[in-house]
């Protein structure tokens, strides 16, 4: 028992000195409700961000000291409960001893009963006069006290040892039930500790998940922010835009003096990667795949079947399914390898997509390529190639759980292509996949993607976005310009309240604040910061299409970064409107 009383102790100690983690730090943990292209709403989302990150951070620091304590406790909690167990053991074996020596004593009490009216006979009957009256001899009467004597003492032993037993029994007896009380107790008291204990930690653990989902709630908001701004690039979300890449490695275009050893950001495909890839169809379509093989590369689904409906177009009138699909712009008629398959292919996703988005006919659609690019004339160049496709395949839609999916497309995914639930703001669907868009299977590197991605001759595959014209209108970068970059997101991994003051240096701040120069980040930085960057590596997870990290070297030193963190702040400093657009991306040295 004195045992038990030191762990109960320990408990008690460890419990009262562990404290509760107070929220705050999260007072400013919210998400503000701001209008995303508002001047201060980035500035408010940092802000509200870097709260959450402190708080979380505070959080973890107040823990942290007790990691050991808390398993402690753990382990004393364990222990004490395993004694308890073990003392119950103890004393289900006494009662059970107890109850036997009662049996036991009952046929004992029977025997002593006897023996006591013997003893109380035999008492009257010795007596040496009495002996030696009734006997023949000196020899015999004493013969005969010495028996007499020796019952007179056998009884009085039985009688002794029974009292003797009945006083033990009550004694354990009452011994128990005293071991019994304080064994309640105590159990009762640590199991009211474990249950606090696990309060305490429970508490702790939902209040750190309540930041954690703000923080991706905030994180979320700040993507739509860079979203919009992204919206001004104009990139060609289908096949049939036309435009191409800013650089000079696909359209001979020559920055200028000034630029030798310039670095050139280029990302693989265009934003949005679910669903069909475009021209990855038609890539598919000249190596001689149908348009149903096509359809199950990008697409999970049941079933091709016939369906009707009238579609409503905003700004228009309802169109019979088919004519709809007809007047829908969004590959080239002229590819019309392999019988059309690719064509074939967007057909069927179009009509598949139109229904699901209007609900068979009862909503609307709407005429851009947020919806499917949409004109009042049918598609009728090329010798009628798509209203051809569009006719081949009348009615046919693919069929997931007896509905038409919402078969989402795009230009060119840059040999990838993803599931709804990969892109943020979005909710996973059984219908969109996780792919490699090659016959291989998979991607070895970037030599590898660039020559057995089936989009590879999308003139979108491998681009760097935006441009200047002090650069003829190219997005190459000299080496400081990407030092500054660099700086940047040095300094903001030092103090995050920077952020609003290191936009792009060529456009007024949407702060409403003083933007930081290179030569003032520099300063802020000390000998820290970066003059030149000699070399750039990107690290990248081929299995899915992402860039993984980024090291850069110069001035003698070397720097690694997150692979999102580095796209997203180079697309808030990077002058004019130069861009990385996608989650895979490489650099190239001119």
């Known amino acids: ?89 103890e004393a289900l074996k006494k009662a059970l001893a107890i109850a036997a020596g009662e049996k036991e004593l009952n046929g004992l009490l029977a025997i002593a009963d006897v023996k006591i009216r013997s003893f109380y006979m035999h008492s009257f009957n010795v007596s040496p006069l009495f002996a030696f009256l009734s006997s023949a001899s000196i020899g015999s009467a004493m013969r005969a006290y010495g028996y007499q004597q020796a ?18 029994l009550e004694d354990r007896k009452a011994a128990l039930e005293i071991e ?5 107790a105590l159990k009762a008291d640590v199991d009211k500790k474990a249950v606090s204990i696990k309060q305490l930690v429970d508490s702790a653990n939902s209040y750190e998940n309540v930041l954690s989902t703000t923080l991706a709630a905030v994180s979320a908001k700040q993507q739509s922010f860079l979203a ?30 000034g630029f030798n050893g310039a670095f050139g950001f280029f990302s693989f495909g265009v934003p949005n990667r679910v669903g069909l890839n475009q021209y990855g169809a038609w890539g ?21 079947e016939h369906r009707d409906a009238t579609i409503n177009v905003e700004g228009y009138k309802g169109y019979p399914l088919d004519e709809y ?19 074939k292919a967007q057909a069927i996703a179009i009509r598949s997509y139109a229904l699901a988005y209007t609900n068979n006919g009862s909503g609307s659609i709407c005429t851009t390529q947020q919806c499917q690019v949409f004109k009042p004339d049918p598609k009728t160049d090329n010798n009628n190639a798509w209203i051809n496709a569009v006719n081949a395949t009348a009615g046919l839609v693919m069929v997931q759980g007896g509905s038409p999916i919402k078969a989402f497309f795009s230009s060119t995914h840059g040999g990838y292509a993803f599931n709804t639930g990969d892109l943020t703001g979005w909710s996973t669907t059984g219908y969109t996949k996780r792919m490699v868009d090659t016959s291989s299977g998979s991607f070895s590197g970037f030599s590898d993607l660039r020559n057995n991605a089936y989009d590879k001759d999308s003139p979108w595959f491998y681009c760097d976005w935006g441009g200047r014209s002090s650069a003829n209108g190219t997005a ?15 300094l903001v991994q030092q103090d995050s309240s920077a952020q609003n003051h290191v936009v792009q240096t060529d456009k007024p701040n949407p702060d409403g604040t003083d933007t930081w120069d290179a030569s003032t980040v520099r300063s802020k930085l000390g000998g820290s910061a ?15 299409g992402r860039v993984t990290s980024v090291t850069v070297s110069g001035d003698g030193k070397t720097s690694t970064f997150n692979g999102n963190d580095f796209k997203t702040y180079f697309n808030l400093r990077a002058p004019s409107n130069i861009q990385i657009v996608g989650p895979l991306f490489n650099v190239e040295r001119k």
């Open 1 to 89: 028992m004195k045992r038990l009383v030191g762990i109960l102790f320990f408990l008690c100690l460890l419990f009262f000195t562990f404290p509760f983690v107070s929220p705050t730090h999260a007072q400013e943990c919210t998400v503000p409700n701001c209008d995303p292209s508002g001047s201060d709403c980035w500035d408010q989302l940092q802000k509200a961000k870097d709260k959450c990150s402190q708080a979380i951070s505070a959080i973890e620091a107040a823990k942290k000291p007790h990691v050991d304590e808390l398993q402690k406790l753990q382990n004393a909690i364990t222990a004490f409960q395993t004694r308890i167990k073990a003392i119950e053991d």
């Open 151 to 168: 019952v007179v003492n056998a009884d009085k032993k039985v009688i002794v040892q029974t009292a003797t037993m009945v006083k033990d």
């Open 180 to 184: 019994k009380i304080n064994l309640a």
């Open 228 to 257: 919009q701004k992204l919206a001004g690039l104009g990139i060609p979300l289908f096949a049939i835009s036309g435009g191409g890449c800013s650089s000079d490695l696909t359209n001979g275009k020559d920055p200028g003096s």
């Open 284 to 304: 598919r379509a000249k190596a001689g795949q149908g348009y149903e093989t096509i359809l199950r590369a990008y697409y999970n689904f049941d079933s091709i």
């Open 325 to 343: 699909v007809q007047r829908v712009y969004e590959v080239p008629a002229s590819w019309t390898e392999n019988n059309s398959a690719a064509l």
């Open 476 to 490: 190459w970068l000299k080496p400081d310009e990407v030092a500054d970059i660099v700086n940047v997101m040095l």
């Open 530 to 544: 970066y003059n030149t960057i000699a070399n750039i590596s990107v690290n990248a997870d081929f299995g899915v």
